[in-house]
C-alpha cells in the first residue's frame, strides 16, 4: 500500500498535523504528529478522543462541528491539495483518518 506524507493546514493556514497516510476506500488513513500543532488544536482532538473512547456521544456533534470548523486542508508531498471532511485523529494511539471532500488541486509554490 502505497504511504504520502500530508501536511494538514486551518483555513489561516496554520499547521494542524503532519501525517503519513495511505489512501483505503475512499479515506486516507494513517498515522499522525501533532507536535506542530497550537495547543488549543492539540486540546480540540484529545478532546474528540475522550468523547469517542467514553462514548459520550451526546457531545460528538459539538467536537466534529469544532473540528470541521477548522477548515482543513490537506497538502500532499506534490504540493496537491484537498479540503478535508470526518477528520478523525486520536493523540493517544497517534492515529488519523479522514475524506477528501473535493478533488486534489495543484498549487504553484513560488
Do not use: C, W
Amino acid at each position: 500500500m502505497k504511504t504520502e506524507t500530508v501536511r494538514l493546514i486551518d483555513a489561516t493556514g496554520r499547521l494542524v498535523a503532519v501525517a503519513r497516510v495511505a489512501a483505503t476506500g475512499g479515506r486516507y488513513e494513517g498515522d499522525v504528529d501533532l507536535s506542530g500543532a497550537a495547543p488549543e488544536v492539540q486540546e480540540l482532538f484529545q478532546e474528540f478522543e475522550e468523547v469517542v473512547n467514553d462514548q459520550i456521544f451526546s457531545f460528538l456533534d459539538d467536537v466534529q462541528s469544532r473540528i470541521a470548523d477548522l477548515g482543513v486542508v490537506a497538502v500532499f508531498d506534490d504540493q496537491s491539495r484537498t479540503p478535508v471532511k470526518d477528520l478523525q485523529i486520536y493523540p493517544a494511539s497517534a492515529g488519523i483518518s479522514f475524506e477528501s471532500a473535493g478533488s486534489k488541486s495543484h498549487t504553484s509554490s513560488n
